[in-house]
């Protein structure tokens, strides 16, 4: 992407997630100046979602009283394996049907304005190096885990993104090779563990074998109806079922963190997304796990700790990602 000549001017970022999309206005000063959320809605497939996002940049502009000339550029922060160079989302596990969507160019020729794309979590960990909890951080690894679990590498203080751009792909590491099937189309993946998804498919099916749970009375006794967020509440308030859906996704996370720091070495793991705001539910065991599998020198080497940006990681990291290229 190539620079406007007016740094003054504020970048329009997008994070698209399986979940939502979150769409912002960031000042040159890296504050967020409006932002407006929306349902990404992933089942009704990729022209559908593309349009929802044109609708977003349209009415932020609209709200701003600007224009696309008055960007210095927009950011596209998105789920999956990207292509930053090509500006392609190649395959998205949690955003269904999307093979090769040229998501930069079809922003770029319609808004006319410099457009640039990476994954949404290689973002967040951008974000959170410069502005949250990894300021002063030489190495670490973001991880969000919500629908699915994505990361996000700093090697040596800079964004490590590999060589097609598309480095930190942790949630499709291989925890188990005889687990259960993931929407990528591998077994045992980390995401199909101990992501958000997979807390709620757990907490169902124990539940739909006929283990007792306050998550019943919950959901008004329609196990469809259970969320991670709800396995959360029953957890808060002590039910055993949901203590120990939530142990065990965590303990797998916890084996994941253990490959990353003995292949790493960081600093720090920082946990953003939904599930982050369990806290010490999801990452007590975590950090056991970590103890109990890695090197203890590069175990003793590294914190983990929660995201300070939340939800506004993912904006921030794009727009200053635009600002570098």
Same mark, same amino acid.
Not at 291 to 300: I, S, T, Y
């Given at each position: 992407?190539?620079?406007?000549?007016?740094?003054?001017?504020?970048v329009?970022?997008?994070?698209l997630?399986?979940t939502?999309?979150?769409?912002?206005?960031i000042s040159?000063?890296?504050r967020v100046?409006?932002?407006?959320?929306?349902?990404?809605l992933?089942?009704?497939?990729?022209?559908?979602?593309?349009?929802?996002?044109?609708?977003?940049?349209?009415?932020?502009?609209?709200q701003?009283?600007?224009?696309? #000339?008055?960007?210095? /550029?927009?950011?596209?922060a998105? =789920? !999956?394996?990207i292509? &930053?160079?090509?500006?392609?989302? +190649?395959s %998205?596990?949690?955003l269904?049907?999307?093979?090769?969507?040229?998501?930069?160019?079809?922003?770029?020729?319609?808004y006319?304005?410099?457009?640039?794309?990476?994954?949404?979590?290689? #973002?967040?960990?951008? /974000?959170?190096h410069?502005?949250? =909890? !990894?300021?002063?951080? &030489?190495?670490?690894?973001?991880? +969000?885990v %919500?629908?699915?679990?994505?990361?996000?590498?700093?090697?040596?203080?800079?964004?490590?993104?590999?060589?097609?751009?598309?480095?930190?792909?942790?949630?499709?590491?291989?925890?188990? #090779?005889?687990?259960?099937?993931?929407?990528?189309?591998?077994f !045992?993946?980390?995401?199909v563990?101990?992501?958000g998804?997979?807390?709620?498919?757990?907490?169902?099916r124990?539940?739909k074998?006929?283990?007792?749970?306050?998550?019943?009375d919950?959901?008004s006794?329609?196990?469809?109806?259970?969320?991670?967020?709800?396995?959360?509440?029953a957890?808060?308030?002590?039910?055993?079922?949901?203590?120990?859906?939530?142990?065990?996704?965590a303990?797998?996370?916890?084996v994941?963190?253990?490959?990353?720091?003995?292949?790493?070495?960081?600093?720090?793991?920082?946990?953003?997304?939904?599930?982050?705001?369990m806290?010490?539910?999801?990452?007590?065991?975590?950090?056991?796990?970590?103890?109990?599998?890695a090197?203890?020198?590069?175990?003793?080497?590294?914190r983990?700790?929660?995201s300070?940006?939340?939800?506004?990681a993912g904006?921030l990291?794009?727009a200053?990602?635009?600002?570098q290229?």
């Amino acid at each position: 992407m190539q620079k406007t000549k007016n740094n003054e001017l504020p970048v329009l970022a997008i994070d698209l997630g399986g979940t939502k999309i979150a769409a912002a206005l960031i000042s040159p000063d890296n504050r967020v100046m409006d932002k407006i959320y929306s349902p990404t809605l992933v089942s009704e497939g990729p022209q559908p979602v593309t349009s929802r996002i044109f609708s977003m940049i349209d009415r932020l502009l609209s709200q701003g009283n600007t224009d696309a #000339a008055q960007l210095y /550029g927009i950011a596209i922060a998105a =789920a !999956g394996a990207i292509d &930053t160079d090509k500006g392609l989302v +190649t395959s %998205s596990p949690n955003l269904p049907g999307w093979l090769n969507i040229p998501l930069r160019d079809m922003i770029r020729k319609r808004y006319g304005a410099d457009t640039c794309l990476l994954n949404d979590a290689s #973002a967040a960990a951008l /974000g959170e190096h410069r502005l949250g =909890a !990894g300021r002063g951080m &030489t190495n670490l690894i973001y991880l +969000t885990v %919500s629908t699915g679990i994505g990361g996000g590498i700093i090697v040596n203080g800079e964004l490590y993104s590999g060589t097609s751009g598309c480095a930190g792909e942790i949630g499709h590491m291989t925890i188990d #090779a005889n687990g259960p099937e993931c929407n990528c189309g591998n077994f !045992g993946c980390l995401e199909v563990l101990a992501s958000g998804t997979a807390v709620a498919n757990e907490a169902k099916r124990r539940i739909k074998e006929g283990e007792q749970s306050k998550l019943t009375d919950i959901v008004s006794g329609d196990p469809e109806g259970i969320t991670a967020e709800k396995v959360a509440m029953a957890a808060q308030g002590g039910d055993r079922l949901a203590t120990a859906v939530i142990s065990r996704a965590a303990t797998y996370l916890g084996v994941g963190m253990a490959n990353l720091v003995n292949i790493f070495n960081p600093e720090m793991i920082i946990v953003g997304g939904g599930l982050s705001k369990m806290g010490e539910l999801l990452l007590g065991p975590a950090r056991q796990a970590v103890k109990q599998r890695a090197f203890p020198l590069c175990a003793g080497a590294v914190r983990i700790v929660t995201s300070e940006l939340g939800d506004e990681a993912g904006v921030l990291g794009a727009a200053i990602y635009a600002r570098q290229l």
